[in-house]
């Protein structure tokens, strides 16, 4: 079993910055994807940002340039930078682990981005 706790999400202006954070434990193997991904009232969820354990990144074209993930192998924790935060960024987000076949969800966390 595979949990993941997130936090950091909440309200902020446009051009303002938030960092989310996303805790994964139980069974964690050293060889895995974090990432996150978001989820707009009624739009599918998307990719955001994904990082294998290697450290090798891969970004949503909406978000290069703004929004940083990264993870700490040691405390099974992903982040995500946002920065240049627009409107249009205003989704759930939730993280997501991926090892051997079987994708881990997190409950979600709201980002509102006023304009």
């Known amino acids: 079993q595979v949990q993941l706790v997130e936090s950091g999400g909440g309200l902020v202006q446009a051009g303002g910055s938030l960092r989310l954070s996303c805790a994964a434990s139980?069974?964690?193997?050293?060889?895995?994807?974090m990432g996150w991904y978001r989820q707009a009232p009624g739009k599918q969820r998307e990719l955001v940002a994904t990082?294998?354990?290697?450290?090798?990144?891969n970004y949503a074209d909406s978000v290069k340039g703004r929004f940083t993930i990264s993870r700490d192998n040691a405390k099974n924790t992903v982040y995500l930078q946002m920065n240049s935060l627009k409107p249009e960024d205003t989704a759930v987000y939730y993280c997501?682990?991926?090892?051997?076949?079987?994708?881990?969800w997190g409950q979600g966390t709201q980002v509102t981005v006023s304009s």
């Open positions: 990082i294998i354990s290697s450290g090798s990144t």
């Open positions: 997501n682990l991926y090892q051997y076949r079987l994708n881990y």
């Open positions: 139980g069974s964690i193997f050293s060889f895995n994807t």
